[in-house]
């Protein structure tokens, strides 16, 4: 298994049900991936599995040349920076956003150092300021807006320097101009020789940062399709994966999606 990430034939069972079945999915370096597809498709549980935040119940997952069933999860978390929203709310004590990015150097939520080390802090700095947040590094993560803690979420995702970087839907719940400006400097990172391989999940194909390179689609814990953006993001095939007829247009590397026929939508 020498690419990024090798999946063969992965399961996962909840609740009496595959809520994954049978996945093979593969991801070389330098790319960039959008995993799309329906509510619970299986997108978060992917991508969890790809964080070694749980094993799967069949198949074999490799992530950078390391078999995850035989190595320590410990190792895979700390190749692997997870961002999403129910990750990046959670602090248990009050915590500065410089705090917040710098911590997570060292895998941990909360500040346990008088000091960190300057590399730390210039590290934690410049993260800040890629994602065009270096002004509120004093200020208490608490009190960021939902947009503000988004890209303090990516930063901390960043500072441990990631072989792979994954975003569960980091443009959710943003409003226009949040979400517009995060997407700049996803784009710009997703354009950065010296990023991770990165894989951002999404429901929204305006969501997608340019940039990006490949996609895969699921449905129903099934793999629907698989490959470069350009020949997976179609209308058919998109049409296809909801079921109902869309057109996606694309404009400047950002897709758009507008329903072509309204009269058979599902529940008219
Ligand atoms: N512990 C569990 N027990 C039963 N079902 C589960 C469990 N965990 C997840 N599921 C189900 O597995 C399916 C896939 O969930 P997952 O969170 O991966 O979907 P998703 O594609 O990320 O959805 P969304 O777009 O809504 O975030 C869902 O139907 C969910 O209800
Ligand atoms: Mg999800």
């Known amino acids: 298994m020498d690419n990024a990430v090798e999946m063969r034939h992965v399961c996962v069972r909840r609740g009496g049900r595959e809520i994954l079945n049978r996945v093979s999915w593969s991801v070389d370096e330098g790319q960039r991936w959008v995993v799309f597809g329906p509510n619970g498709a299986g997108k978060t549980t992917?991508?969890?599995?790809?964080?070694?935040?749980?094993?799967?119940d069949e198949g074999k997952i490799g992530v950078l040349g390391e078999d995850l069933g035989q190595t320590d999860p410990a190792q895979i978390r700390s190749l692997v920076g997870l961002s999403s929203a129910d990750r990046d709310a959670k602090f248990p004590s009050p915590i500065s956003v410089l705090d917040a990015v710098r911590t997570a150097a060292y895998g941990v939520s909360v500040s346990f150092r008088e000091s960190y080390a300057a590399q730390d802090d210039s590290r934690a700095m410049r993260l800040l300021a890629d994602l065009g947040i270096s002004h509120l590094a004093r200020r208490t993560f608490s009190s960021l807006s939902s947009g503000e803690k988004k890209?303090?979420?990516?930063?901390?995702?960043?500072?441990?320097?990631?072989?792979?970087?994954?975003?569960?839907?980091?443009?959710?719940?943003?409003?226009?101009?949040?979400?517009?400006?995060?997407?700049?400097?996803?784009?710009?990172?997703?354009?950065?020789?010296?990023?991770?391989?990165?894989?951002?999940?999404?429901?929204?194909?305006?969501?997608?940062?340019?940039?990006?390179?490949?996609?895969?689609?699921?449905?129903?814990?099934?793999?629907?399709?698989?490959?470069?953006?350009?020949?997976?993001?179609?209308?058919?095939?998109?049409?296809?994966?909801?079921?109902?007829?869309?057109?996606?247009?694309?404009?400047?590397?950002?897709?758009s999606v507008s329903a072509r026929n309204t009269e058979n939508m599902p529940g008219r």
């Open 46 to 56: 992917l991508i969890r599995l790809l964080a070694g935040r749980m094993c799967p």
């Open 151 to 255: 890209r303090v979420g990516i930063a901390r995702a960043l500072m441990p320097n990631p072989e792979i970087l994954i975003l569960d839907e980091p443009a959710a719940g943003l409003d226009l101009g949040g979400r517009e400006q995060l997407l700049r400097s996803l784009e710009e990172l997703a354009r950065s020789q010296s990023a991770p391989v990165m894989v951002l999940v999404t429901h929204h194909a305006e969501e997608i940062p340019p940039g990006f390179t490949h996609a895969l689609l699921l449905r129903g814990g099934q793999v629907f399709a698989c490959g470069p953006l350009e020949s997976v993001f179609t209308s058919e095939r998109i049409s296809s994966l909801f079921g109902m007829d869309l057109e996606i247009s694309r404009h400047g590397g950002r897709f």
